[in-house]
């Protein structure tokens, strides 16, 4: 069920637009909100149980930012590979165990490229290990609100148990913007680099394309489907639009460019919020899985026939426009750690080389009741 909070006359005007470029409004969760107040202008199937794919990274991210504020760890903390993290399939970056970066370029490499093996080393570093490190983020969960989420691992490799809502993923995009602005920038990374020449592009073709754009993050693996979480700037107002499972690439694109699009033509609002929206729709357990229809050939055959004959791709909404710019990439690479050195580091260095260190265990913060605090074919995650 799809709820709209736009004015009426307006909003069919926009809908009608949107729907002669790019047809009708997918039947999968989505959201549109403005980051600074909460206010909700759309929604559908907002508590709908979904997999998150890479969008767990986001989280990953949120844990970090909360590990330095709370001054476990600096920006230029070591981050060590190890064996665990070196395994994860790709999308990755690939450097050897016993590599150290900053914890400052593992979150570039995390975000900018997705990098599932720098996910799994962030998360080991910090949380001394992958499962240690996912109660972690279910605790940071729980004290947000996000009741319909439940994380197994810091990447969204695929996992039955690795799951989240729209409205959840809005409540953490919150948070993560209100509390931690300074860090803004990691999540418009457009590409990264290692030594200037290489350059690997990021995934979220919003940026350079649609007027403001500045975040966030795109996931993918069979079962989710293609997601993404969208955030724009204009004129001092923010908008994030959360959408999860298409079928293409491009089709989340277009439905997040709609969302915003037609998000920044109304100032009219309800009073509906992120945290004053109740639950609605059926009961369910078990999470939506895509499979079937986005890694068949069936869906192998739609994204083609999304690209034109250059192999680019085609987007339908009226809001995106072609880039008319070059990328920018930034420059990542290991070494150059100077910061204090996580409490897990020093145990998981003790544990390769064979010494019983017992790995320190960190102690969440108690739940806020009731309210947010802040008002394998599946192995590539895109």
Known sequence: MRHLFFSKGLFLGLAAL???????AAANPSILFDVRTGQVLEHE??????????????????VAFRAVKAGEVSLQSPIKMTKISAAEPPSKMGFKPGSVMTLDNALKMMLGKSANDIAAAVGENIGGTIPAFA??????????????????????????????????LALLVRAIRTEFPQYASYFSIEGITTNGKN??????????RFAGADGM????????????????????????????????PWGRADHAA??????????????????????????????????????????????SDGLDAKGRPKFKSPYMVDLKRELQFVRVGLGGATGPVPAAFAAIDAKNNKADVPI?????????????VSAQGDATQQ
């Open 135 to 168: 109660d972690r983020m279910n605790a940071e969960a729980q004290r947000l609100g996000m009741t319909g989420s439940h994380f197994t691992n810091p990447n969204g490799l695929h996992d039955p148990e690795n799951y989240t809502t729209a409205r959840d």
């Open 199 to 208: 350059r690997i592009h990021g995934y979220n073709p919003l940026l350079g």
């Open 45 to 62: 199937d907002a508590f709908k149980r979904w997999h998150p794919a890479s969008l767990t990274k986001i989280m990953t991210a949120y």
């Open 217 to 248: 993050k795109t996931g993918f693996v069979c079962a989710s489907g293609y997601n993404l979480i969208g955030s724009a700037t204009r004129e001092g107002r923010t908008l994030a639009a959360v959408v999860l499972g298409e079928r293409t």
């Open 18 to 24: 949107s729907g002669l470029a790019s047809g009708p």
């Open 360 to 372: 320190p265990t960190w102690r969440p913060d108690k739940p806020a009741p009731g309210v947010p």
């Open 258 to 303: 709609d969302l915003l699009g037609q998000g920044f033509s109304t100032s009219t609002a309800g009073s509906v919020t992120l945290s004053s929206l109740q639950p609605y729709g059926e009961g369910q357990t078990t999470p939506t899985d895509m499979r079937d229809i986005v890694c068949s050939k069936e869906g192998a055959s739609e994204r």
